[in-house]
C-alpha cells in the first residue's frame, strides 16, 4: 500500500506539473466479488485508500464496487464471474467493459 501510494504520489505530481487531470477507477477483481457476497457489503480497504486518496488530487473518483454489489444481490457469484470476466483471468471480458461504460455514461465522464 505504501508502495502504491508513494508512486500514485509522483504520478500526480508529474499530472499537475504539466497540467493533466488525474482521476482513478476502482473496480472488484473476482475475489473481491466474492469477499463482498460473504460480507454482505461493499466496503474495501482498495476502494478507502484511493478514495481517500483523490479526496485533493483527482477530478474523478469512479467506484463500482457498488454496482456489482448491487449485481450480487440478484446472480450468484459464478454467473457474476462468467458474465463479466475473461474465463481464467481476473479481466473484464466485453459485457464487464459495457458495465463499466454505463457507469461512465451515467457520471458523463464519456459520450
Not at 47 to 62: A, K
Not at 94 to 111: F, P, S, T
Request: proline residues 3%; contains cysteine.
Amino acid at each position: 500500500i505504501e508502495k502504491s501510494l508513494h508512486l500514485m504520489n509522483k504520478l500526480y505530481s508529474l499530472c499537475e506539473k504539466n497540467n493533466i487531470k488525474l482521476s482513478i477507477a476502482v473496480y472488484p477483481w473476482p475475489a473481491q466479488i466474492r469477499e463482498m457476497a460473504m460480507n454482505n457489503t461493499d466496503s474495501n480497504l482498495q476502494v478507502d485508500i484511493w478514495r481517500d486518496f483523490c479526496t485533493y488530487r483527482c477530478d474523478h473518483f469512479i467506484n463500482m464496487f457498488p454496482r456489482y454489489f448491487n449485481i450480487i444481490k440478484n446472480t450468484t457469484i459464478g454467473d457474476i464471474y462468467n458474465t463479466y470476466f475473461i474465463q481464467g483471468d481476473v479481466h473484464y471480458n466485453r459485457e464487464g467493459n459495457r458495465l463499466i461504460h454505463e457507469a461512465l455514461l451515467e457520471l458523463n465522464l464519456i459520450e
